[in-house]
């Protein structure tokens, strides 16, 4: 785990990206809204484990910096829906996509079962961590 991690923060930000001053909070809401497509504030708040509050302050900043775009919701004019720019998506699918090709490449062996247990596993070491 500990070279897994060593690894991933080994990755460099694409030069493109480099004068954004993109902290790891930015990081894991880029690859939310990457992997999972375009969502409201709330639902990133969700997924991030922090107050939409909070999101609604990264999306700004990364908006203001063209990285993100926030457009009404066709179902619900009142709800904003956050993307990636296209100016910078394939930067940033350069960047962030080969976490998830290895992750698919990894699991594809396994039986869906196999699978399970192993983010199962996951999701119990990470609870471990967060104990007092």
Known sequence: ????VGRAKRIPVPEELRTLALAPRHLSLLAYLLFDGPMSVN?????????????????????????????ESEAD?????VS?????????????????TAWREALA?????????????????????AED
């Not at 785990?1 to 897994?4: C, T, V, W």
């Open 1 to 4: 785990m500990p070279r897994m």
């Open 43 to 71: 639902d990133l708040a969700a997924r991030l484990e922090v107050a939409p509050t909070t999101v609604s302050l990264m999306v700004g900043e990364l908006s203001r910096k063209g990285v993100l775009e926030r457009k």
């Open 77 to 81: 004019r009142r709800r904003k829906i």
């Open 84 to 100: 990636i720019s296209e100016a910078h998506r394939d930067t940033i699918q350069k960047w962030l996509g080969r976490g998830a």
């Open 109 to 129: 062996p396994l039986t869906a079962g196999q699978r399970r247990m192993f983010v199962d596993t996951l999701a119990a070491y990470e609870r471990g961590l």
